[in-house]
């Protein structure tokens, strides 16, 4: 009789735990249900995820995308095949909200620099409630008690379109393959302090391919920044744009390297650089006084032959990044034009650096100063 009534007890706990097991499983499902839908909501109504997997120690976003907004140059802003995040359960405990790593695989993302000099990024996930017109909850408490700490988010094998409308339209697009990135301390969304980025990549040329490395730190809020970028190889045709402008003499071919070390404090851009110019050839002159880069095209190329068809630049790029007259376009063609001019033994740099706010008009000084020595040059000859 005992051992009966210990058979059926058994088989009622069994039945339990069967009954728990498929609800959990049920409750699991669930719960991964809701969190996708969280998911997709914190994104925006133009995101998109194909799942989401819960294990024991990490949550992986698959098929993520996030369609461009109307007008935006490309069709989505953000793609990812899979994005691994490993909360740091210690963290959760404590309730201090840490994140150990996120790895994003295979990742696309489009930015956007806009007319006026300002870089856009996934734009919909920075429109929030007070995007939309509605006034904040006073009562709520406030975003930055509710940080959220990112000890290292990794990409792997990415592409970065950059499409930049800051020169003449449609906007530029420079493309970066093979993108290896490491962000370091990130806090959300307070972005204070120290962010730190190890980035390598491809950048895609016409003619060739090229190798970029950037390293160093910034703190967003703060707009303070040191970050060390080198360009190895880049196909000087898609990069033309950047040092000269529409009247001038083009580029058939060549190539650039580049060194450049930029520090922002307190508003202050100061970044010395170095521009070396290899194996350059020029589009036939539309007259005889044409201009590559602010300076006589025949002295560019007469200064190649003499010097194994290289041109080293040295220039120091300086300005307030607050102020609206300033722009980084017009300060790189007005000193590397002054730079040039002075290594190719032409006083233009006092012209160029005279300007004070290093805009157009110090470029198109430089340039109508070139053509004025060219003009003075034929002119002796003549008389001789």
């Known amino acids: 009789m005992a051992a009966g009534k210990g058979k059926r007890w058994g088989l009622i706990a069994l039945a339990v735990l069967v009954v728990l097991i498929a609800g959990g499983i049920v409750g699991f499902r669930v719960a991964v249900g809701v969190l996708k839908g969280k998911v997709v909501e914190a994104l925006g109504p133009d995101s998109e995820i194909t799942g989401i997997r819960v294990g024991w120690a990490s949550v992986d976003v698959e098929g993520l995308r996030i369609n461009g907004p109307r007008g935006w140059p490309a069709a989505d802003t953000l793609r990812a095949e899979r994005i691994a995040i490993v909360p740091s359960l210690r963290s959760v405990l404590s309730g201090q909200f840490q994140v150990h790593s996120i790895t994003i695989l295979r990742p696309y993302l489009s930015a956007l620099r806009t007319k006026d000099g300002h870089l856009q990024v996934v734009p919909s996930l920075l429109v929030g409630a007070a995007g939309k017109g509605q006034p904040a909850d006073p009562s709520a408490p406030a975003a930055s008690s509710r940080t959220v700490t990112v000890g290292r988010i990794t990409l792997r094998d990415g592409v970065l379109e950059f499409f930049d409308a800051t020169v003449p339209q449609p906007p530029l697009k420079i493309r970066f393959e093979q993108v290896q990135a490491t962000v370091r301390d990130v806090v959300v969304p307070a972005l204070t302090g120290k962010i730190r980025l190890e980035l390598t990549a491809v950048l ?36 033309q744009p950047y040092l000269i402008k529409a009247q001038e003499t083009g580029v058939q071919k060549g190539t650039l390297d580049l060194d450049l070390q930029s520090e922002v404090s307190r508003a202050r851009l100061k970044a010395p650089g170095k521009l ?11 007259d005889a006084f044409g201009t590559f880069m602010g300076v006589p095209r025949h002295a560019v190329l007469a200064s190649l032959k003499n ?7 040295n220039f120091v790029l300086e300005g307030d990044i607050n102020n609206p007259q300033f722009s980084l376009n017009e300060a790189l063609s007005t000193q590397v034009a002054a730079s040039m001019a002075e290594t190719l033994g032409m006083s233009l740099g006092g012209v160029a650096k005279g300007v004070g ?14 053509k004025g020595a060219v003009q003075r040059l034929f002119e002796g000859q003549k008389k001789r």
């Open 204 to 239: 895609k040329g016409v003619q060739r391919d090229g190798a970029v490395t950037i390293a160093g730190w910034a703190e967003i809020a703060s707009k303070n920044s040191s970050v060390t970028t080198t360009l190895r190889s880049a196909d000087l045709v898609t990069l």
């Open 276 to 286: 070396t110019i290899s194996d350059l050839e020029l589009t036939p002159a539309k």
């Open 307 to 313: 010097k194994d068809n290289k041109i080293v630049v």
């Open 357 to 370: 706010t290093l805009g157009q008009k110090g470029v198109e000084a430089a340039g109508e100063a070139a």
